[in-house]
């Protein structure tokens, strides 16, 4: 059974990003974008991303994802980032805050 689970979040005709889970919980991201004849992927994961979980990724990425949609690429070319999330920033997100806390100066 596959470690990783991949929650497509957007696409175009050449590049794909994922939210990537783990045990049901989200740990990373996964942006791929593919060229004509390489595809290259940016994966950020947690900072305690060991050498083994980091190729047991990149390998589930390159088979259920990246082979699924070039599968004739002559090569996969993989840049990992090991980080923690900062947060999560949007307009439209910090207008729902502002709305929220001038609504009755507190978050629901």
């Keep these: 059974m596959p470690r990783f689970q991949f929650d497509r979040e957007s696409r175009t005709p050449s590049s794909e990003v994922y939210i990537i889970f783990a045990d049901d919980?989200?740990?990373?991201?996964?942006?791929?974008?593919?060229?004509?004849?390489?595809?290259?992927?940016?994966?950020?994961?947690?900072?305690?991303?060991?050498?083994?979980?980091?190729?047991?990724?990149?390998?589930?990425?390159?088979?259920?994802?990246?082979?699924?949609?070039?599968?004739?690429?002559?090569?996969?070319v993989a840049t990992v980032w090991l980080g923690r999330q900062a947060g999560v920033y949007s307009e439209e997100i910090e207008e729902e805050f502002e709305e929220d806390v001038e609504g009755n100066g507190h978050l629901d």
Aim: aromatic share 8%; hydrophobic share 40%; net charge negative.
């Design 25 to 76: 919980a989200e740990i990373g991201r996964a942006d791929l974008h593919y060229g004509e004849d390489v595809a290259s992927a940016t994966l950020c994961v947690p900072e305690n991303f060991s050498e083994d979980d980091i190729q047991e990724l990149i390998a589930e990425v390159d088979e259920r994802l990246v082979m699924t949609a070039k599968p004739y690429r002559e090569d996969f």
